[in-house]
């Protein structure tokens, strides 16, 4: 098989003077500097026994989660007011707890519950969806759990409440944090 080997540089290597078939080149002996060199020319971190290979852990969930669509928003209302709201500095002027309710419960609830405080006039409600309980469903999709957490800001972009309400933003810890988003609401007839 060798034999039959056409080399891609056919001009003979040049062999040193004084070399011997025993004479053989030792290999360097890796030290830690070279390899940081190395590391540092290839732009990859070196690893060191012990040392945990990836110290972050990576999110297994293909789609960005809701709180981040929800907080990237466009601003809509008062810089001023916002700052409040986000820090939990506001009172909400009412509130709903859908906790424990189905998708066909929950929506018909915050219907009513956000266009009656718009009419009531309040201008932040609290609407607590709750974290989410985990599901180990059976089956080689993944379901998503927290299914109101992420529902309810998308029902809250589509009419009827496009009407009423002008920003959307996850609440801050002392209100519910993760499981509840507060909803500012339009001032009526503007």
Same mark, same amino acid.
């Given at each position: 098989?060798?034999?039959?080997?056409?080399?891609?540089?056919?001009?003979?290597?040049?062999?040193?003077?004084?070399?011997?078939?025993?004479? $053989? #080149?030792?290999?360097? *002996?890796?030290? &830690?500097?070279?390899?940081?060199?190395? =590391?540092?020319?290839?732009? +990859?971190?070196?690893?060191?026994?012990?040392?945990?290979?990836?110290?972050?852990?990576?999110?297994?969930?293909?789609?960005?989660?809701?709180?981040?669509?929800?907080?990237?928003?466009?601003?809509?209302?008062?810089?001023?007011?916002?700052?409040?709201?986000?820090?939990?500095?506001? $009172? #909400?002027?009412?509130? *709903?707890?859908? &906790?424990?309710?189905?998708?066909?419960? =929950?929506?018909?609830?915050? +219907?009513?519950?956000?266009?009656?405080?718009?009419?009531?006039?309040?201008?932040?409600?609290?609407?607590?969806?709750?974290?989410?309980?985990?599901?180990?469903?059976?089956?080689?999709?993944?379901?998503?759990?927290?299914?109101?957490?992420?529902?309810?800001?998308?029902?809250?972009?589509? #009419?009827?409440?496009?009407?009423?309400?002008?920003?959307?933003?996850?609440?801050?810890?002392?209100?519910?944090?993760?499981?509840?988003?507060?909803?500012?609401?339009?001032?009526?007839?503007?």
């Amino acid at each position: 098989m060798a034999e039959s080997t056409i080399p891609l540089d056919p001009r003979p290597k040049p062999k040193p003077e004084n070399a011997t078939p025993e004479d $053989k #080149p030792k290999p360097p *002996i890796a030290s &830690h500097a070279h390899d940081r060199d190395l =590391a540092a020319s290839h732009s +990859i971190r070196g690893f060191r026994v012990g040392e945990r290979a990836n110290p972050v852990p990576r999110p297994h969930d293909l789609v960005r989660p809701i709180a981040d669509h929800v907080r990237n928003a466009p601003l809509q209302m008062d810089a001023r007011a916002f700052g409040k709201m986000t820090r939990g500095k506001l $009172k #909400p002027d009412a509130r *709903i707890d859908l &906790h424990g309710m189905t998708i066909e419960e =929950a929506h018909p609830a915050l +219907i009513s519950f956000v266009l009656g405080a718009y009419d009531r006039g309040h201008r932040l409600v609290l609407v607590i969806t709750g974290k989410g309980k985990y599901r180990d469903t059976p089956g080689p999709i993944p379901a998503r759990y927290g299914v109101l957490r992420h529902q309810v800001p998308q029902w809250l972009a589509l #009419p009827p409440f496009k009407q009423a309400v002008l920003q959307v933003t996850p609440a801050h810890i002392r209100h519910g944090g993760h499981g509840a988003y507060y909803v500012y609401l339009r001032r009526r007839g503007a």
